[in-house]
């Protein structure tokens, strides 16, 4: 069975920060250095509760099959107002407490509150920006609520958002030949961002033969997009994803779908001399469907 609700919640939980006024109308710093709270000369940014939806699942009928819907709240944020506006990416959304009106944790598991909801950055597009003025659209997981409850008491935690800066590209030639070490690029110093090849060993998402692994550090926002490339820089076709051990660092990893040409490298689009803003989440009282 399943149940789907969803309430519209304009306006709700608006959060302006009061603490952001210390930065008197302060630039963001560039992304290779220091975050600062977003204020700048566009306004304060906004964060208010848009849509909160429910799911909830039972299995009436006993079955040898697991699986069913995501279950738990899912709530919309809308994200406004100075760099936001004009903000190509954002990423880091991290929670730091989650309560119902009944003292219920909203913690959807612990492998993800307390950590970032999402750890890289996202590029903003025109779905993300859809119905939302001068921002963009942000979607949490929370657990389930008690029936009883009747709002999210309180929510707070942060995201990052980046904006402005020049597309630029890296060719990382025999990207194999560099496991273990850092690529030495003046392009990537510039973005701030770390780029380690790592040993490629035999795994469910990595073959040796066909894959290419590699770690980042630093601004990792900075990072656009990657892809393997032959020795002339000619695409190679394959596939990309990562993955993370434990609380080790995330690695990833881009596969050809047959076996690497000789000396294959790397294709990097990297997002060089952006604005990165830290926006602090903190909504009281809201209602839930």
């Given amino acids: 069975m399943r149940r789907m609700r969803a309430w519209m919640a304009a306006g709700a939980a608006l959060l302006i920060v009061g603490a952001w006024a210390a930065w008197g109308g302060q630039p963001a710093e560039k992304a290779a250095g220091p975050d600062r709270p977003a204020a700048g000369a566009g306004g304060d940014v906004k964060v208010v509760a848009a849509v909160v939806e429910e799911t909830r699942h039972k299995r009436l009928v006993p079955s040898k099959h697991r699986g069913g819907p995501i279950t738990g709240l899912k709530l919309t944020l809308h994200v406004t107002g100075g ?16 309560v119902d009106d009944r003292g219920t944790s909203l913690e959807k598991s ?27 659209a942000v979607e949490l997981r929370l657990a389930e609520t008690p029936r009883a409850a009747t709002k999210i008491a309180r929510l707070s935690g942060s995201l990052k958002v980046l904006s402005g800066g020049k597309t630029a590209e890296v060719v990382v030639k025999d990207a194999r030949s560099l496991a273990g070490k ?23 998402m990595m ?29 190679v076709k394959g596939s990309s994803g990562s993955f993370r051990r434990g609380d080790g660092p995330r690695t990833h990893v881009l596969s050809a779908r047959e076996k690497l040409p000789e000396k294959a490298g790397l294709k990097l689009k990297v997002l060089v001399g952006a604005e990165t803003a830290t926006v602090p989440i903190a909504l009281t009282d809201v209602p839930l469907p």
């Fill in 83 to 98: 760099p936001a506006a004009g903000a190509t990416r954002f990423g880091h959304v991290a929670l730091t407490e989650a």
């Fill in 110 to 136: 612990r492998s993800v509150f307390g950590r970032k909801q999402r750890e890289g950055f996202v590029t903003i597009d025109d779905w993300k920006r859809r119905g939302v003025e001068g921002g963009f």
């Fill in 207 to 235: 073959d040796p033969k066909k894959s290419i692994c590699y770690r980042l550090s630093g601004n990792e926002g900075a990072l656009l997009d990657a892809e393997l490339v032959d020795a002339s820089g000619g695409p």
């Fill in 182 to 204: 850092a690529v030495d690029d003046a392009t990537l110093t510039a973005a701030g961002l770390k780029v380690t090849v790592v040993q490629t060993k035999t795994g469910i």
